[in-house]
């Protein structure tokens, strides 16, 4: 059984930092495909980073793009993202993701969100 346990979640000021960690087990870590969303109070989901192909590919979206840095650490089977510079606007819950595809486009398994919050 696949399961995904985020961690690192909480309160920060502008501009400050934060660590999320995902936690995998039940998956050959080595070859999926790990991803990180988020979703804000009222809106979709929306994708903020992937490694993809053994850490070959490393992808964000357009809005962390310099301030977020997503990472693995295939002997412990975590990924992490730090998030750095953070905005009000990054507040939301943050999932992490997993999928045996390496290149998966979509995420058969998910995590159960951890909340980040940015105030002003």
């Known amino acids: 059984q696949v399961r995904l346990v985020e961690s690192g979640g909480g309160l920060v000021q502008a501009g400050g930092s934060l660590r999320l960690s995902c936690a995998a087990s039940g998956l050959t870590f080595g070859n999926s495909a790990m991803g990180w969303f988020r979703q804000a109070p009222g809106k979709e989901r929306e994708f903020v980073a992937a490694?993809?192909?053994?850490?070959?590919?490393?992808t964000y979206a357009d809005s962390v793009k310099g301030r977020f840095t997503m990472s693995r650490d295939s002997a412990r089977n975590l990924t992490h993202l730090q998030m750095n510079s953070l905005k009000p606007e990054d507040t939301a819950v943050y999932y992490c993701?997993?999928?045996?595809?390496?290149?998966?486009?979509?995420?058969?398994?998910w995590g159960q969100g951890t909340q980040v919050t940015v105030s002003s």
């Open positions: 993701a997993a999928d045996p595809n390496p290149l998966a486009a979509k995420y058969t398994y």
């Open positions: 490694i993809k192909w053994r850490g070959v590919f490393t």
